[in-house]
Nanobody, 129 residues
């Protein structure tokens, strides 16, 4: 089994930055592609960014392209742990949402949330105007 735990969310003023983290543990070696999604109440979960295991492929949502960067670190000598990051800059009030980390056992980068096998509990990001 794989556990994903997000952190780094919070309240920030418009124009500010946040760095989200997602700690993967358990059978992290089985995780290939990982990504970030976000959701606001009453709306469907929305793709933000995703990457293949070693970064050979990355995808970004058009609404945030140029303001975000996804990256990943694998723990040395411990293939049960891995951490995914999302650096977000020039944040806007419309970026307010719960941000979720997701992982899949295939290395194909997908934008459809239904293609992901594991999910974190989410971290709230609130951008004030």
């Amino acid at each position: 089994q794989v556990q994903l735990v997000e952190s780094g969310g919070g309240l920030v003023q418009a124009g500010g930055s946040l760095r989200l983290s997602c700690a993967a543990s358990g059978r992290a070696f089985s995780i290939l592609a990982m990504g970030w999604f976000r959701q606001v109440p009453g709306k469907e979960r929305e793709f933000v960014a995703a990457m293949a295991r070693f970064g050979s492929v990355t995808k970004y949502a058009d609404s945030m392209k140029g303001r975000i960067a996804i990256s990943r670190e694998n723990a040395p000598r411990d293939n049960t742990k891995s951490t995914l990051f999302l650096q977000m800059n020039i944040l806007k009030p419309e970026d307010t949402a719960v941000y979720y980390c997701a992982a899949r056992t295939s290395n194909t980068v997908e934008v459809n949330p239904s293609m992901y096998d594991f999910w974190g509990q989410g971290t709230q990001v609130t951008v004030s105007s």
